[in-house]
């Protein structure tokens, strides 16, 4: 089963002594190479946190792609992701204006 979880996850978390088939890298001695992740909601968005290495989570969202942010707990993820999610929000805003404003001059 690390075999075949090691194909996809080994070269975003490196571990100890990898082999190179043709197939790409995997792990030979460690089973622990697949990251945590936890799937929260609080009714508004949904989340999943991921265990980072140096501590915390990296939130990223299933219905939001371009969510991506980091917390130290989850209490902070769900702040941290609104704060994204608005940034996002305003940044797709400014992008479909511009998008009106030169379809509009080309016409």
């Known amino acids: 089963m690390c075999i075949a979880t090691a194909?996809?996850?080994?070269?975003?978390?490196?571990?100890?002594?990898?082999a190179r088939p043709s197939a790409g890298l995997i792990d030979l001695r460690y089973n622990e190479c697949v990251a945590k992740s936890y799937?929260?909601?609080?009714?508004?968005?949904?989340?999943?946190?991921t265990a980072a290495d140096e501590g915390?989570?990296?939130?990223?969202s299933s219905l939001e792609p371009e969510l991506v942010t980091e917390a130290d707990?989850?209490?902070?993820?769900?702040?941290?992701?609104?704060?994204?999610?608005?940034a996002l929000r305003t940044s797709r805003a400014k992008l479909l204006r511009k998008l009106a404003a030169s379809r509009r001059r080309s016409a």
């Open 56 to 60: 915390g989570f990296v939130v990223t």
């Open 73 to 86: 707990t989850i209490e902070d993820a769900f702040r941290m992701a609104e704060d994204a999610l608005r």
């Open 39 to 49: 799937t929260v909601s609080d009714g508004k968005i949904v989340l999943t946190l």
């Open 7 to 18: 194909v996809l996850t080994a070269a975003i978390v490196p571990r100890r002594r990898y």
